[in-house]
C-alpha cells in the first residue's frame, strides 16, 4: 500500500475513534438530550423502521413496536463497538508485516487480519497471535486495551441505569393509573385525594407525585433512548402520565372552591406538578417531534368536547363530597384555556409512539356530542 493511502486510512480510523468516543462521551456522560453525534440518528432510524414495518400488522403492532426500545439499545451498543474496532482496524492495517507481526510465519497484511488484531487487542487485552514490534506499536496496544474496556464499563452501566430509570417510569406510571381507580381520569385521582372533602392528607401524594414527575423529566435527559421505549398498555407511556398529571394539576386550579380549597391554587405541589409534566412534554417534542404541535389550534368542537369533560369532572368531585367552583362556566371556560396549551403535545406525542388519543385519554373518549347540542348546564 502506498505511503500516502496507509497515512490516509490511519487518519480515517483515528476520526472514527474520536468520533464514537465522543459521541459515548455525550450520550452517556454528559447526559443531556439531542447532542449525541450517533446515537440520535440510529435510535430514529430502527424506531422508524419498527414503526412503518409494524403498520401492516394492526393485532401484533403493539407487541412489536415494544421491541423498539430494546433493539434500539441493541444497535447502539453495537456500533459504538463494532465502529471502535474497525477505526483501530485502520490504524493497525497499513502496520502488519513490519511493525505488527505474527508470533510465528508470515504475517496476513488483508483487512480482516487488522480486525482480528484490533479487537484481541482491545478485548482480551492484548493476547493474540500478532505482537507489536515498535515503540508505536506497542504504545497503541497500550491504549487500545483501555479505549475497548472503557466503552465496554461505560455502556454496561449505562444499560443498568436505563432500566433502572424504565422501572421508575413504569411504576410512576402504574402508581397514578392505581390512584385514579384504574380509570386513568384526573376526576377520579383527585376524588381520591380529597375524599370526604380534605385534600390535607392527600396533599402529601401529590406533592410526591410531582417530585416523581420531575425525576421522570431528567430521567430522559440522562437517558434520552428512554423515549422509545413503549409498553403494550397505554398506561405505562410518557402521554399518558403526562396527560394524568396535567389534566389534575390543571382541574386543581379551576374546578375548586375558591373559599375552601384556595390554597391548593397556589400551593407548590400543584405548581411543580403542572410545569414539571409541561416541561417533560416540551422537551420531548422539541428533541424528538420538532414543530409537530407548533401551530396546533383546537377547533370548536374540541373546545366544547373540553368543557363537558370539565362538567362531568365537577359531578364526580361533589360525588366525593367536595366543594367545586361556584361559577361552572367560568370554570369550564378557564379549564379550556389552560388545557389547550398543553394538549397540542399530547396529540402529538401518543400517535408518535403508536397510540390513538383515546388509549391515553379514556376520560374523552366517550364525549361525542352532536353540532347542535349545547354545553351541559350547572346545577
Not at 456500533?79 to 510465528?104: D, K, N, Y
Not at 409498553?231 to 374546578?255: E, G, H, I, K
Request: proline content about 6%.
Amino acid at each position: 500500500m502506498p505511503a500516502a493511502l496507509a497515512r490516509i486510512e490511519q487518519i480515517v480510523g483515528l476520526i472514527v475513534i474520536f468520533g464514537v468516543l465522543l459521541d459515548v462521551f455525550l450520550t452517556v456522560l454528559y447526559a443531556r438530550m439531542g447532542y449525541s453525534i450517533f446515537a440520535d440518528f440510529l435510535a430514529q432510524l430502527v424506531w422508524s423502521g419498527v414503526f412503518h414495518l409494524s403498520r401492516p400488522f394492526p393485532k401484533k403492532r403493539p407487541l412489536m413496536l415494544s421491541f423498539g426500545g430494546p433493539l434500539i439499545v441493541v444497535v447502539v451498543l453495537a456500533f459504538w463497538i463494532s465502529a471502535v474496532i474497525c477505526g483501530s482496524a485502520m490504524i493497525f492495517h497499513p502496520e502488519l508485516g513490519t511493525a505488527v507481526r505474527s508470533s510465528s510465519g508470515e504475517t496476513p497484511r488483508d483487512f480482516f487480519t487488522a480486525l482480528y488484531a484490533s479487537g484481541t487487542s482491545m478485548i482480551t487485552l492484548g493476547t493474540g497471535s500478532l505482537e507489536p514490534h515498535t515503540p508505536a506499536s506497542r504504545l497503541l496496544y497500550v491504549f487500545n486495551p483501555v479505549i475497548g474496556m472503557s466503552i465496554m464499563t461505560l455502556t454496561i452501566t449505562y444499560v443498568v441505569e436505563i432500566y433502572n430509570a424504565l422501572h421508575d417510569r413504569n411504576t410512576l406510571a402504574l402508581k397514578l393509573h392505581l390512584m385514579s381507580g384504574k380509570t386513568g381520569d384526573a376526576a377520579d385521582l383527585m376524588a381520591g385525594l380529597g375524599s370526604g372533602g380534605d385534600f390535607g392528607p392527600g396533599y402529601s401524594q401529590l406533592a410526591e407525585v410531582a417530585a416523581e414527575i420531575v425525576s421522570l423529566k431528567e430521567s430522559h435527559n440522562f437517558y434520552p433512548v428512554l423515549f422509545y421505549f413503549r409498553f403494550r398498555d397505554a398506561l405505562y407511556s410518557v402521554s399518558a402520565v403526562s396527560l394524568l398529571a396535567l389534566d389534575t394539576a390543571t382541574l386543581l386550579t379551576t374546578a375548586l372552591n375558591e373559599k375552601r380549597y384556595g390554597w391548593l391554587k397556589g400551593a407548590s405541589a400543584v405548581i411543580t406538578l403542572r410545569e414539571a409534566a409541561a416541561l417533560l412534554i416540551n422537551t420531548l417534542e422539541q428533541t424528538f417531534l420538532p414543530k409537530r404541535a407548533a401551530g396546533q389550534v383546537p377547533d370548536e368542537q374540541e373546545m366544547r368536547r373540553w368543557r363537558v369533560r370539565y362538567f362531568a369532572a365537577l359531578r364526580r368531585l361533589q360525588d366525593a363530597d367536595i366543594e367545586t367552583r361556584t361559577d361552572e362556566h367560568a370554570g369550564a371556560q378557564e379549564y379550556a384555556q389552560m388545557r389547550r396549551r398543553w394538549n397540542p403535545y399530547i396529540r402529538t406525542l401518543a400517535p408518535a409512539m403508536g397510540f390513538s388519543i383515546d388509549e391515553v385519554d379514556p376520560a374523552l373518549r366517550e364525549i361525542r356530542l352532536p353540532d347542535d347540542q349545547p354545553d351541559p348546564q350547572p346545577r
